[in-house]
């Protein structure tokens, strides 16, 4: 059965955007909900969703985004995110979880809870992992934090640094260098291994298994060096504040020039721009920062139909398999009395819950336009959105 959209609504809508090569665009965005059954099959959710017109952060965590903007105009790829929890049997102490889109997968080494403690020869060790039942996908428990021990020893410079006067409590809690800029809210960061901080220390339970936290790296030492350590794995949102979105508006945390490239950029996950870590601005950086997913879930476009593979990412079944849904037909105003033109979709965003069983996209379409159109325009003008679903 084929729905269709003619007119702007809270889950469709047409607006101007300027293209990486400098040209106007008329675009189209249209979101949709989707439920499914254990075994992958996919039906539009009874209740849809509008658009998130702003980031939602989690009241609990400050600078931790939970949502982030559906109509961000234009996207350099797909985001995918994924949200819920890697599910284990209460048996096994460790977990080896995948998300797969399109023959391209993220692999996650997922563990128990673990303690750290200092040695009498000075060595750090590290506890047998408690069995796991289930472990959040959120970067709480994925590598970073904070060494809320040597800040308290030393205490937070940025409090007595007159560039940051008048900022927030906030602010300058979150300008502390003393916390990890790829993800302050997560486990493990450590700046030097004291007893009282080894003590206090959480370990991560989600790590990337090919770049594993290791007792010989734990302790960065110099807070400078921070880009030294381990990228955080995950597949939630990446907040607008941490490295490397951040670098995308020319802002690099607590660091001198890089004496070698990150990891992002040695991964070729980033643009080469972040290399310096001198602050330059990689190119199409305002777009940059529209693509918020985890480094490895941003994907090239998705089109409809690709095939999804969730391994331990659901309640009841080990491994999941679902697939893109199909795309809408897109068409846009055609400035020729009422007509519209049709437009290729791509994929914006694919937001996974399995354990909500639920599945939401946002596709994009444009086509060139002569000028910039006003917002009150797109009212009166045609479009249309036909699901096919």
């Excluded at 989690?58 to 939970?66: Q, R, S």
């Excluded at 977990?95 to 023959?103: C, S």
């Excluded at 690709?306 to 037909?329: F, G, N, S």
């Amino acid at each position: 059965m084929t729905q269709i959209q003619t007119a702007p609504s809270d889950t469709a809508t047409q607006l101007s955007v300027r293209l990486p090569d400098g040209r106007w665009a008329l675009e189209i965005l249209a979101k949709r909900t989707y439920e499914f059954d254990d075994a992958g099959r996919l039906g539009p959710a009874d209740e849809q969703p509008g658009f998130v017109l702003a980031p939602v952060w989690d009241p609990a965590f400050p600078e931790l985004l939970v949502a982030d903007i559906d109509t961000y105009m234009y996207k350099l790829r797909t985001d995918v995110v994924v949200q819920g929890h890697v599910y284990g049997d209460g048996t096994a102490a460790r977990v080896d979880a995948e998300v797969a889109v399109a023959g391209r997968t993220t692999r996650l080494r997922v563990v128990g809870e673990r303690r750290c403690a200092l040695a009498a020869t000075g060595e750090l060790r590290f506890s047998p992992a408690a069995a796991i039942e289930r472990v959040p996908l959120r970067y709480t428990h994925a590598y970073g934090g904070r060494d809320r021990v040597h800040e308290a020893r030393h205490g937070n410079p940025a409090r007595e640094d007159p560039r940051f006067r008048g900022m927030t409590d906030a602010q300058l809690d979150a300008a502390s260098p003393f916390l990890y800029p790829r993800n302050p809210h997560g486990r493990g960061y450590l700046i030097e291994p004291t007893r009282e901080a080894v003590e206090a220390l959480e370990l991560p339970q989600i790590e990337d298994p090919d770049d594993l936290v290791r007792t010989d790296r734990l302790a960065v030492g110099n807070f400078m060096h921070w880009h030294r350590m381990p990228l955080p794995r995950g597949t939630d949102w990446i907040d607008y504040g941490w490295y490397p979105r951040v670098a995308m508006l020319g802002v690099v945390p607590v660091a001198g020039d890089f004496e070698r490239p990150p990891a992002e950029v040695a991964r070729g996950l980033v643009p080469p721009a972040l290399a310096a870590g001198d602050g330059k601005k990689p190119p199409h950086h305002a777009l940059e920062v529209s693509s918020g997913a985890s480094l490895t879930l941003q994907l090239p476009y998705l089109r409809g139909g690709e095939a999804i593979v969730l391994q331990h990412i659901h309640p009841r079944r080990p491994r999941l398999d679902l697939r893109v849904p199909t795309a809408p037909e897109l068409a846009i105003d055609a400035r020729k009395g009422g007509a519209v033109q049709a437009v290729e979709p791509v994929l914006h965003t694919l937001l996974l819950a399995p354990d909500l069983r639920r599945l939401t996209v946002v596709w994009r379409g444009c086509g060139p336009t002569r000028r910039r159109h006003a917002p009150h325009e797109f009212l009166k003008m045609p479009m249309r959105v036909a699901w096919r679903d």
